[in-house]
Each structure stands twice: as structure tokens, then as C-alpha cells.
């Protein structure tokens, strides 16, 4: 049994007894951590950069979508295991080659980072917020430790956003998915999508058109990643010409490159090149475009992997 059949719990065909069809949970769950990695990143970075007044809302108020994010992405796994009341196992033991295992620890040390930061930075949010009693101790030495929690963020976010992507290039009975490429493409893809949340929370202008400038090299890196993996396909076996060949006049020909690759990476790009040239261009466009492609470019990955495989 390998480590997605163990995530998604699920063994029973659909369509096609050579298909495991994934429910929505797993590549909703996987663009949820990506950007939750992404809005940490830029928090713990513009903390240890000695920037947190200048990018604020960066710091202080995005990274309260967070631990909401991480929350939601998790239930939505929890959803599609079989053996729910089981999850805990994957804690009982650490295995250094293991993707599940790296991610679980990591979920597990994210999580509480997250509400941690968002605790300390609440009166952002609710200026007439008081912890009361050991609470006000806690949060006193917390906001004391802010640097190294940072540096935690920092680390533990990088290693979520490519452990999203790892997951599926760990799966090597698919050939759309046996590729190194998918780690930092999905890292790039997630902050990217954590700029996109900073570029709609920060008010300030200067801010948000440096949020755009980042946005624009994180959609260059992303454009580049992907020719690069159809560019290893094509010059590699027959079965990974094959699994190219479902985006590159296949089935899912129209939608990846329409909605992730047009809608989701090039549109944004433009726009977000209009706006640093003055022109006025609703902040929430070009933001939600980059959200929206983050999205379906794991839908399409999970569900095209399905159907590459390998010739017996």
C-alpha cells in the first residue's frame, strides 16, 4: 500500500478498475496547506527582515486566514479517510522516507505556530482585546520569542508548501506525478497564492505593488516550472510522452491551459503589469485569478495523474 492510497483511504474505482478517483478533499486540501505555507512565509520573512512595520498587514493580519486555513484543509483530509478514527496512527512513528509522515509532523507543528501567531498579533484585529491572567504571561513571552517562532514559520512553511506537491511525485505508479518538479511547483504555486492574500489585505498602495512585483517573478518561476516538466516528459519514456501528451492535446488539453495556465498565471500577470504602470485595476482581480489557478491546478494534476500509467 503506498502513501496516498494511506491518505485517501480509498481503493474502490469509479470509473475504471485501473483508477483510483480521489474525491475533492485531497487536491482542496493540498491547495489549502500551500497557502497557508504561503501566508506564514510572508509573515515570518518580513519579521526577520526587520520589515513587520512596513508590511504590516503581511505580518499582522493576513497570518490570522492561517490557523482557519490549516483547519479547514485538514477536515476536508479528514473527510475522505475511511478509517477516520485512525488518523492518529500516522503519529505513533517517524520514517524519514515517508512523505505522510514528514507532512503529518509538519501539520502538526504548523498548526499551533499559527494560532500562536495570531494570538500575539490580535489586537491588529481587535484593538480593545485583553488576555487575561497566565494568558497575559504567555503572550508576554511569546511576543518576547517572536524572532525564533519566525524563524520556525519560516522553515516549517517551505517544508509544507513542497511537502503538497511531494506528495503526489512520492506516487510513482503514475507517470504525471513521478516528476521532482511538482515539490517546487507547488511551493512556488502556494506563495504565490500567499501574495494574492496580501495583496488584497494590505492597504497600503507601496505594499501592495511590492506584493505584485513578487507575484509577477513567483508566476514567472511557476511558468517556467511547468514548461520545464512537459519538456522532461517529452523527452523521457513512452508512458510520460503519454501523460504529456493528456495536456497537450488530450482531455485536459483546454482546461489547464485555459483556467490554470491563462486565467490562473498569464491574466494575473498582466493585469498585475497594468497596475504597476498606473493603471487602475481592482486589487481582488487579479488576486483571485492567481487563487482560483492555484486551485485548479492541483484539481487537474490529481485527477490527470489518475489517468497516466505506466505499459505492462
Do not use: C
Not at 506528495?167 to 506525478?177: E, G, I, K, Y
Not at 518538479?181 to 494590505?202: E, R, V
Not at 491563462?262 to 485595476?281: D, F, H, N, T
Amino acid at each position: 500500500m503506498n502513501e496516498v492510497t494511506i491518505i485517501s483511504g480509498r481503493m474502490n474505482p469509479r470509473v475504471d478498475p485501473h483508477l483510483e478517483i480521489w474525491h475533492w478533499e485531497i487536491p482542496f486540501y493540498l491547495f489549502m496547506g500551500g497557502l497557508a505555507a504561503g501566508i506564514l512565509f510572508f509573515a515570518a520573512l518580513y519579521v526577520l527582515l526587520n520589515k513587520e512595520d512596513k508590511y504590516g498587514a503581511a505580518v499582522k493580519i493576513t497570518p490570522h486566514l492561517a490557523p482557519f486555513v490549516l483547519v479547514v484543509g485538514l477536515l476536508a483530509l479528514l473527510l475522505d479517510l475511511n478509517h477516520k478514527a485512525y488518523f492518529w496512527q500516522l503519529y505513533t512513528t517517524i520514517r524519514l522516507q515517508s512523505p505522510m509522515s514528514w507532512g503529518a509532523w509538519v501539520l502538526m507543528l504548523i498548526t499551533p505556530i499559527s494560532f500562536i501567531w495570531s494570538a500575539i498579533h490580535i489586537r491588529t484585529v481587535f484593538p480593545n482585546w485583553e488576555w487575561k491572567g497566565i494568558l497575559k504571561t504567555i503572550e508576554a513571552f511569546l511576543v518576547k520569542q517572536k524572532r525564533a517562532i519566525a524563524w520556525i514559520m519560516l522553515f516549517s512553511s517551505v517544508i509544507l508548501g513542497i511537502y503538497t506537491g511531494i506528495l503526489f511525485s512520492a506516487f510513482n505508479a503514475r507517470p504525471l506525478w513521478n516528476t521532482s518538479i511538482l515539490g517546487p511547483l507547488f511551493l512556488i504555486s502556494g506563495l504565490s497564492a500567499g501574495a494574492a492574500m496580501n495583496i488584497i489585505f494590505s492597504k497600503d498602495h507601496a505594499a501592495r505593488l511590492t506584493f505584485s512585483r513578487i507575484d509577477l517573478m513567483l508566476i514567472s518561476i511557476e511558468l517556467f516550472l511547468i514548461i520545464h516538466m512537459f519538456m522532461g516528459f517529452l523527452a523521457s519514456t513512452q508512458v510520460q510522452i503519454d501523460a504529456a501528451e493528456l495536456f497537450l492535446g488530450g482531455p485536459y488539453t483546454a482546461v489547464f491551459w485555459v483556467l490554470v495556465v491563462g486565467m490562473g498565471l498569464i491574466l494575473p500577470a498582466i493585469l498585475e503589469i497594468l497596475e504597476l504602470k498606473k493603471y487602475k485595476i481592482p486589487v481582488f482581480v487579479p488576486a483571485g485569478l492567481v487563487l482560483i489557478g492555484g486551485l485548479m491546478l492541483r484539481f487537474i494534476i490529481a485527477y490527470a495523474g489518475q489517468e497516466s500509467r505506466w505499459l505492462y
